[in-house]
């Protein structure tokens, strides 16, 4: 690998500006020796603690990733219940249906694997060198929008993928739903596009990330109500 370049950002919606709440959603991007995580989480802004949720979702991801690897699992299907359980513990003493969250993850293994999970609304672009696909549009499963950890009804809510990378370029772009869905639908691959190719052009992370706020911030104030987030990432 010569290179890897990760972008992020997040910023308040101007709806919860005006209201004096809280960003609700959440982001972490964490690199562990045995690869590179990225995760996004939007918190149900009808939930008292919706920040509390999002937060926890990056958490609980971290956390049931590695002992997902330290039990040397490959499965991405064996790593649900294990961040469930995490995010039940982490929301403590707070009730589940007080802290609902969306979850998108991407893991990009050392050995080349990308494994990416989505659970709600949100969306995941990846491109493997064969042109930028979208992990789930909105018609494909309208009711799985409006679910969160909190409230699954089967781990069937998820939508799981695994790509076996190794000689291919990666490029990834996760997204809460106040990006995705504020795009026209025909120009959204065009804009995760664009945001890979202007990311791949700075000299660092702080710039790279500088980027991203600009991007989000400057978000046109017809479709600025509420909070954006974005993690962009490539590795070739």
């Known amino acids: 690998m010569r290179y890897e370049g990760i972008g992020?950002?997040?910023?308040?919606?101007?709806?919860?500006?005006?209201?004096?709440?809280?960003?609700?959603?959440?982001?972490?991007?964490?690199?562990?020796?045995?690869?590179?995580?990225?995760?996004?989480?939007?918190?149900?802004?009808?939930?008292?603690?919706?920040?509390?949720?999002?937060?926890?979702?990056?958490?609980?991801?971290?956390?049931?990733?590695?002992?997902?690897?330290?039990?040397?699992?490959?499965?991405?299907?064996?790593?649900i219940p294990l961040l469930h359980s995490m995010w039940n513990l982490d929301i403590y003493p707070f009730a589940k249906n007080e802290c609902g969250a969306?979850?998108?993850?991407?893991?990009?293994?050392?050995?080349?694997?990308?494994?990416?999970?989505?659970?709600?609304?949100?969306?995941?672009?990846?491109?493997?060198?064969?042109?930028?696909?979208?992990?789930?549009?909105?018609?494909d499963d309208f009711a799985n929008l409006t679910t969160g950890i909190n409230n699954i009804r089967s781990f069937e809510d998820w939508i799981l993928m695994t790509v076996d990378a190794f000689d291919k370029p990666i490029k990834l772009c996760l997204m809460t739903d106040g990006v995705s869905e504020t795009l026209i639908e025909n120009k959204r691959s065009a804009f995760v596009e664009l945001i890979w190719k202007r990311i791949s052009e700075k000299a660092n992370v702080i710039e790279?990330?500088?980027?991203?706020?600009?991007?989000?911030?400057?978000?046109?104030?017809?479709?600025?109500?509420d909070d954006r987030t974005l993690i962009s990432y490539e590795k070739r």
């Open 8 to 79: 992020y950002s997040s910023v308040m919606g101007a709806l919860h500006t005006k209201s004096r709440l809280p960003n609700q959603d959440s982001y972490l991007v964490k690199k562990l020796k045995f690869g590179t995580l990225l995760v996004v989480s939007d918190g149900m802004g009808s939930h008292a603690h919706a920040e509390v949720g999002s937060r926890a979702v990056c958490r609980s991801v971290s956390k049931a990733l590695q002992i997902w690897n330290e039990n040397k699992c490959e499965d991405i299907r064996l790593l």
């Open 102 to 139: 969306t979850c998108l993850f991407a893991f990009v293994s050392v050995e080349g694997k990308v494994f990416l999970g989505q659970l709600g609304d949100g969306s995941i672009y990846f491109d493997f060198g064969k042109g930028t696909e979208v992990l789930k549009d909105k018609d």
């Open 208 to 225: 790279r990330n500088n980027l991203v706020y600009r991007v989000l911030n400057q978000w046109n104030p017809v479709n600025s109500g």
